[in-house]
């Protein structure tokens, strides 16, 4: 009996040790292994978004800005808890919020895969907004109600707020939900200068270590990290210019559908000709950038992306036109450029034959030999078909015209900090027929240009020759004062005129608003104190109504008015434009 | 006062307190995050630990001719206790019938069992055949008694079902019938028909579905690591995360966050693990040993057969349970669920256990020999 006494030790002793050596491998050996595997159970790591910067005119006023709005979200992990998997509480909320339980469901369902956007690739620890900027008085039945809606949280988040309404819609583009990484991130910005300045504007995300228990529910902060809110973009953009264009593209579309005309796009853009800041960029049709907030339902966005008259174009830098008449100053500088007399007489006849086709003024009248300021000023074809055909004469394959056209920056897009820009359309000049060259120089045919195009031209002969890459931002300032960047617009080029020609041009175009075509829009303008120097354009485009243009700019100021199918450019574009200096220089009733 | 005081082994007494202090801390954090009745966990497992301290101190004074005559009354009060279980008496918690609900207290019969069965096995294998006229006096006989005496609490606690209960007091058994000198053919015997009566539970599908389910967890605890397998994972990454040194006491995040179910009863050993290190888990480990050498001690030194059966009983019971107790938390034992003795938080195991604790000593101060068996000898 002793014997086995001395057995029993020995098995118990065995015993202890096989534990204590299985505790040292789980422990010791493997301990970081299961370590590691604990933490993974037990840390959660949160995101927190930080709050996107602002966007302010060149006063500061905001023209974006944050509030805070009811976002609800759903909490998974007490969802799941429920008897029925939470189907009851969806099902009361997608009735409270106007949507269906489906729909809720797909947005919170976890994606076991590449995040789409039918599903939540975010942390499943972190409750998932599945309705954002909501209601006040449905947010706050969820949040006095918490019994009947367990595992739904309200809590205000903050939303992009537009205190001037559809004030430079396009200017400011929109925010949406970003599509790689649906739920990740907070809301990117997807047009305009939210786009391009997204990186700055969108801050760093902060990040939370949490420890939470095997329910979900979270113990104790590990460490934090706060966000850094997004910079504030300081703009170019005077709100108040801004607003003036926005209301005279308005009226000159009223007035001008009053007279019959479609007039159904229009532009505006004011730049600051010196600095090459873009002061203000207005374009319709346009629409209320609200609607992104929240979400954008799907019907709205059909109606927004529509091909034809889709609001989400900005005419300004994606619409593209034939110049009509404005483009006669880069035919002008070609022309004393190729070494005719800039203070020639020129006859203007009232037809002008070029090759076999007869080319014909406007109505046909003719003025007899006149200089070529008197040309700008009454707006006659016929020189310019004369200089065009004489050019292509003498060199067919490379038109003079065509290069001018070029250094004024037209044929490429301008680089303005916007997305989207179109380039525009310039010819090759290596014609065979002298018909094209004579349409090109009255901006007819095959040139196509977008109204900032020719507002930063225009700028050119305003500043001296200085092409610009308009810019819309000025600085970008972190949101504790430090100004991060300062953004100045770089100089493209330089117009290759004489500093004579370019007075004489001037000097030619002041006319225009004095005595010229857009005499009658200036009327009782104090063009005295402020001289201002303009020219109208109508351009023909095939089986619709002609494209009205006017141009102008004085010493500080270019100013472009365009409106598609809205007849002349004195009737429709100049009293538009007109309005719009009234506004600048603060003269006339407002 | 005095006579308690002598009767008292100090290599039982501090290991014990020890462990039982240990336990009460342990239980402590890991309940220290439960939502509801926080301290209430603490405060019942200090009462149960002062209630188990007192029995042990009584028990330790008894003599033996008094534990013998209790041996017989304690077994069949214990198989009375697990039948009542069945009964309408019974209270199922996790799935097995092994509570009885007297008022607002809960009683698990089939803690005390594991006493009674080696009191009653003792006095069984160890009785000289003069002393129990009405028992079988020669080993040969003496077998298939004690396996009948066995087999009742057995087959009750089986019927609960309660695996870990019925595979210790299985174990108590061989261990005892191996102390008691019985021959190994028939031990080789035992174990064969043992091992049939287990393959034909297998294939007749006796055993309940979640029985199977945690047996084939056990073999590959990660086929199903959220659903039977999650308490195993669980388990191991709680007692891997300690390290040498542990967390630190009530800074377990594992245990903190409860995802261990069942850590302050049977996975206790998890919080030992995660908070205290390997240093601290091997420490309790120890002291657990040093509990059941010393009891080997008492028994080699046991003046009676059946005292030497009884001090090697409870040291079997209580290395069997603590070795699986351990060893499921450790991976190496399939998860049933018994008790960490000494630790794991509950009245009925505490107070059993620290009982135990006091028979062992009983048995050491009581080393006379038996009058008639020294005569004989002489």
Redesign the interface.
Known sequence: ??S??????L???C??F???G???Q???V??D???R???A???RHVVVQPVRGRIVDDRGRPLVRNRTAMTISIDRTVLTRLPDGGREVLGRLARLLGTSREEIETRIRPCDGPARKDCWAGSPYQPIPVAEAVDEKIAFQIVERPDRYPGVVAEPQPVRDYPNGELAAHVLGYVAPDDRSPGQSAPVGRDGLEAVYDAELRGTPGGRRL?????GRV?RTLSEQPATPGATLVTSIDSRIQRASERALKRAVEKARGRGRPADQAAAVVLDARTGRVVALAALPTYDPTVWVGGIDPDEYARLTSKEGGPLLSRAIQGQWAPGSTWKVTSVAAAVADGRPLHGSYPCPGHYRVGDRDFRNFRGIGYGHISLRRALEVSCDTIFYRFAYEMWRENPRRHPMVKMARAFGFGRPTGVDLPGEAAGHLPKGDWELPGYAANFAIGQGEVLVTPLQLARAYAALANGGKVFAPRIAKRIVAADGRVLREVKPPVEGRLPISRRALEYIRAGLRDVTRSGTAAGAFAGFPLDEHPIAGKTGTAEVFGKEDTSWFASFDKRYAVVVMVAQGGGGGETAAPAAAEIWKAIHRVGGR | MRRVLRALDWRICVPALVLCTAGVVLVWSSTR?AIHDTGAYLTRQVGYGLAGLALMAALATVSRWSLRAWSVPAYLVACLGLAAVLTPLGVTVNGSRSWLGIGGLQFQPSEPAKLALVLALAAVLGSPSADAPGLPGRPAARLPAALGVAAVPVGLVMLQPDLGTALILAAITA?ML????TPWRWLALLAAAAAGAGALAWWLDLLKPHQVERLLTFADPSADPQGSGYNAV?A?????????LGRGLFRG??T????VPEQHTDFIFTVA?EEL??AG??LL??L??GI??RG?GI??RAAS?YE?LVA?GI??WL?VQS?IN??MV???APIVGVPLPLLSYGGSATLTCLAAAGILMSVRADRRPVPALSLAAR
């Open positions: 009996m002793r086995r006494i001395v057995l029993v030790q098995l118990v002793t015993l202890f096989v534990l204590v299985r505790l040292w789980v422990q010791v493997d301990g292994r299961y370590a595997a604990a933490s159970d037990h840390e420890v939470v228990d095997a329910a113990v | 995050t261990g191996v102390i008691a000198g669980q191991l990454q709680t007692v891997g995360s300690g390290g040498i995040d594992q903190g966050g409860h995802f693990g290190g390997f888990a091997t480990l120890v657990l040993w059941l050498w080997l028994a080699a057969p030497r090697g040291v079997c290395a070795a351990v060893g450790l991976g190496l």
